[in-house]
């Protein structure tokens, strides 16, 4: 007997109408905005990401016709990849972590004998020489601390997960050698140990006691930092550094918030820590 049961043939027109649809705004905004963002724009879709989403834009429109389980996870998929990979939700999240010490500037605060720079601001080039990372802010405020009298001796965190981690040089050491290069004088400089936040303030605990101490780390881990300090009893001083999120006080252009709704590897990086920061307060680390 043969089969009676056809298959539905998958129609191009989906395609050619996003096709259409991509072509008719890309020539509106070359109109308005000019042809470097359109160029922008274009880069930004051919990226993974970019990618990615191009392609779960155009599943979800050939299943949208049945509207059967495979199209609603389909469109689940579309969701997270276009929310994960945003960068305006990626500015949202930062912000509800960093705007709260964002009138604090470290410059202009009262010398303190002791700061504290936390690890995660450097890594390990394949030369072998030690580098700064995307949080390389904090190695270089407590530069300026130490150079503008804001500072007498920096503390500087960090040692290797053994089983994760391929570096050489523990955070602290490397840290250290790069504040040394940066003019920073080696007796103004101790390293102490911890794997992560919670044993860094542990170990800073022990070494400072109830002294009060400045606390330098990405504006994004300050809010974590400062819950740890407070629970092991340290009189820490908030010091944020590399903020991410944007300037409430500065209108952006259209352009740029378009471009920001391209799901991007940036974006997501930057909701996955803010992810990982609300995991850690949830779970108490």
Known sequence: MTDDVTRPKRSWKPLLLLLVIGLLLMAGIAMTAGRAVVEKLLTDLAMPMGLLWLTLCWLCLQLAADRSAAFKWAALAWLVC?????????????????????????????PLDRVVLLGGATNEAPNGQVQINQNGDRVVLAARMVHLGLASKVLCTGARIKGLSDQGTDEGQAARRILMELGVPTDAIEVIGGRNTSEEMQSIKQLVGTQPVGIITSAWHLDRAMRLAEQEGLQAVPLPSNFNSGSSQTPRPWASVLRDCIPNVSALASNSRITREYLARLVGR
Do not use: C, F, H, K
């Open 82 to 110: 276009t929310l994960a990979g945003n960068g305006l939700v990626a500015d949202v999240m930062l912000g509800t972590l960093e705007q709260r010490y964002a009138e604090i500037d470290p410059l202009s605060g009262p």
